[in-house]
């Protein structure tokens, strides 16, 4: 039987790649978010709490640690979106990786105000993503 995990993680690439690229321009130039903006999210959104469940729990130990790595570093570029919003600081090394990672979820401003209120809500979704990988983590390793 073929292994069906690389096909999987292409597919998730191909989601976080084109969620990242329809919402760009909007994100780039800190445009008022549209319609468009917020159904490609809400996509992104769904596609992220209806289907990773299933596949988590038969995928091997190095797919959901992935997935908690991306998970965790989804938090990790929030915060520090949340970071140099509330200082003003800088975090130029943050750019490149906020693009694919802050990107998909460029539709929140829709009803956000700012990039703080965007940067709150990714990192509580994110944070409870790694949550839920060290748990189906675990709970898969003890079967």
């Not at 130039?29 to 596949?55: C, D, E, H, Q």
């Not at 979704?125 to 189906?136: A, I, N």
Request: a positive charge; hydrophobic letters at 65%.
């Amino acid at each position: 039987m073929m292994n069906k995990q690389p096909m999987q993680v292409l597919l998730v690439l191909m989601a976080v790649s084109a969620a990242a690229a329809i919402n760009f321009p909007e994100y780039l130039m800190g445009s008022a978010a549209t319609v468009k903006n917020l159904l490609v999210s809400a996509a992104y959104l769904a596609l992220w709490i209806f289907i990773p469940g299933r596949i988590l729990e038969r995928l091997g130990p190095r797919a959901r640690f992935f997935f908690i790595l991306f998970w965790g570093g989804t938090l990790l570029i929030a915060l520090v979106t949340a970071y140099v919003n509330v200082t003003g600081g800088s975090a130029v090394w943050a750019i490149l990786p906020a693009l694919p990672l802050l990107g998909p979820w460029y539709g929140v401003m829709f009803f956000a105000t700012d990039f703080l209120v965007m940067a709150a809500l990714v990192a509580l979704f994110s944070l409870g993503m790694v949550v839920r990988g060290l748990v189906l983590f675990r709970k898969r390793d003890r079967a």
